[in-house]
């Protein structure tokens, strides 16, 4: 894989390594969930159906590199896993149903859609410190429509190109945030 695209996995591992000790773990992927739910005062069914589908996605793709058994994954180890696993409908399908658990915290005003301040609260809530980036910019790259909001579609492609794409020049490279180094 290009070292582009191990840069976002560095960044998507950055994010999820909620504890910050060098290592992702379910433990993580469980408190990035619920701090998610708690941001957006979300339903105690929803907080639990997110926890559950973000420790699914652990149970069944992240932690299968974890040949050690330690039940907690290097930056090395976690992107060889998803690399090896990064075509499997399966997987796909479980990002998907958390990425679909994260819409639906997000659009607030529940018409189906992100509004520009819905994403933008996105940023901050999974850790992105404000003026860090151009937020704007990160919502007009995803609006492929531009009708001012951000459809399901529209947000699952973003992030899809963010997972899986090697072009450099997508203006979904920053679906996160800005990459980290």
Same mark, same amino acid.
């Given at each position: 894989?290009?070292?582009?695209?191990?840069?976002?996995?560095?960044?998507? +591992?950055? #994010?999820?390594?909620?504890?910050?000790?060098?290592?992702?773990?379910?433990?993580?992927? %469980?408190?990035?969930?619920?701090?998610?739910? $708690?941001?957006?005062?979300?339903?105690?069914?929803?907080?639990?159906?997110?926890?559950?589908? @973000?420790?699914? #996605?652990?149970?069944?793709?992240?932690?299968?590199?974890?040949?050690?058994?330690?039940?907690?994954?290097?930056?090395?180890?976690?992107?060889?896993?998803?690399?090896?696993?990064?075509?499997?409908?399966?997987?796909?399908?479980?990002?998907?149903? %958390?990425?679909?658990?994260?819409?639906? #915290? +997000?659009?607030? /005003?529940? $018409?189906?859609?992100?509004?520009?301040?819905?994403?933008?609260?996105?940023?901050? /809530?999974?850790?992105?410190?404000?003026?860090?980036?151009?937020?704007? *910019? *990160?919502?007009?790259?995803?609006?492929? /429509?531009?009708?001012?909001?951000?459809?399901? $579609?529209?947000?699952? *492609?973003?992030?899809?190109?963010?997972? @899986?794409?090697?072009?450099?020049?997508?203006?979904?490279?920053?679906? @996160?945030?800005?990459?980290?180094?």
């Amino acid at each position: 894989m290009s070292e582009f695209w191990k840069r976002k996995m560095r960044t998507f +591992m950055h #994010l999820f390594d909620y504890d910050k000790d060098g290592y992702i773990s379910e433990k993580d992927f %469980a408190d990035m969930a619920r701090s998610f739910a $708690d941001a957006y005062n979300s339903t105690p069914e929803k907080k639990d159906s997110l926890i559950i589908v @973000f420790v699914n #996605l652990w149970r069944k793709y992240m932690k299968t590199g974890d040949m050690e058994k330690e039940s907690r994954l290097t930056l090395p180890i976690f992107m060889e896993s998803i690399k090896q696993q990064l075509y499997d409908p399966e997987l796909i399908n479980c990002l998907v149903q %958390a990425m679909r658990g994260m819409f639906g #915290l +997000m659009d607030v /005003n529940q $018409d189906g859609y992100l509004q520009p301040d819905e994403h933008k609260a996105f940023f901050a /809530n999974v850790g992105v410190p404000e003026g860090r980036f151009d937020e704007k *910019a *990160a919502f007009d790259a995803i609006d492929v /429509n531009g009708d001012g909001k951000l459809s399901f $579609d529209e947000f699952i *492609a973003a992030f899809y190109d963010f997972f @899986f794409s090697q072009d450099e020049s997508s203006p979904n490279k920053f679906f @996160f945030g800005p990459l980290v180094d």
